[in-house]
């Protein structure tokens, strides 16, 4: 039976199956003998592959069933029984690969293991046609992640890795071109092109080349790239050694065709926050003689990603993002600070989350429907990897407490939540809402210059605090001048 021929053996096992992914599988010669490589089986079989170009032993997992290969052996092992094919097993240029005669003899006794009526059989053995669902990128100080989301299991290979772009091969993945820029630093763009059947993802570095390392998680189905920053001996210590704080990146909520909350007699929050956020820029640059840079200073719109990206790529030691709330309850008022948490502190602040996160499907014009259910998913995703959570809340409780002492408004606290404005910042990272535009009162009170220069002198000192702590800590922490050490 030829590659070919096996397809049919399949359709015959699986009524509800019109074609297998592993028709047509393409075929290598090595050595004057037809070889697949066993990725391919392995993805279009949906089974479970471990194998490295490095090592001896390469295992395909079934449910039930494991085939263990050995590199140079014509023997391999189905469920610890030999089974013989009529060329040994090859490693070349770090792909694993099996004689036709592996189609042959084994793959049938993997489908024919699975009991054809069965769903779970159906499901590892369906037709797969993988396509991308979604193609993110999350910058932090010490590597960037990419991740490629599947429709299906994908298998991967990473086929080089040099100094300026690695390549990663995620075979059978029929999808069109994607470009995504990043300019982070490490890494220029990530684009993902079609290779034949497969999907090449070619991770290009802005500089110094990182090191990757990739997996693949279920549920969704995808692959993660971790691309670590070559260590340069400075930056490994720790932000401390930084140096003094330099740089803070204000955003301003919303924008453009995504107005935020509205008020009982039509203040916008886009423009309240703006004004605000404004003014906050000018009295940091004057007081604190630090840099500021906005994500937004006019009403446009910036995606929540973008906002983010832009500070990582300013390299900003804080980001502050300014936005104004809003409740069905009109009496609802005060002021709440946020920062980054996979776990909400209550349902309102998990209901405020919600409202800020909604700017994502403004995002997208058309295109696949992203509900709330996917944000909320990357957000959690991202968050396992987010370095700055203590620093974020310590930044929350300082400028909180000077807003709610010199404000003479209801103190709502510190709450943690969801926010995917803070899901991206290699930095540490707050929301502060201003004040509810949906509250008569309040709203008044916001239209007033005076009240939004108080809200600004607030934020100010409490960032002015921070500044004060951060700078004692750099200096604490500083390399003591050593004489054992020339420069
Ligand atoms: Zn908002």
Partial sequence: MSVRGLTGALIALLLSSTSWAGAGLPTVVHDGRTYVELIRVAASLQTKLDATPASTRAQLRTRDQVVTLTRNWAQVLVNGKPVMLDAPVRVRRGVWLVPESFVDRVVPTLVAAAPAGAAVSRTAFAPVDVTLEDLRVRSYPSFTRVVVETSAAVAYRVESSGPKEARVRLVGLGSGTRIEEIRDGLLAEVRLERAGPDGLLRVVFEGAAGTIRASTLADPPRLVLDVARPTEPAAREGREQRGPLKMIVLDAGHGGHDSGALGPTGLMEKDLVLDVTRRVAKLVEERLGIKVRLTRDADHFVTLRDRTSFANRERADLFVSIHANAHRETAADGVETYFLSSEATDSAARQVAALENGAVQLEQPSGRPSGQVDIVRAILWDL????????????????????????????????????????????????IEIGFVTNPREERRLKETKYRDEIARAILAGLAEYKRAWDQRARATAEPPSMTRAR
């Fill in 384 to 431: 396992a990897q987010s370095e700055f959570q203590t620093e974020s809340s310590r930044l929350a409780e300082v400028v909180h407490d000077s807003m709610t002492q010199s404000l003479r408004i209801s103190n709502r606290g510190v709450k943690q939540a969801g926010f995917y404005v803070l899901g991206g910042a290699a930095m540490p990272a707050i929301l």
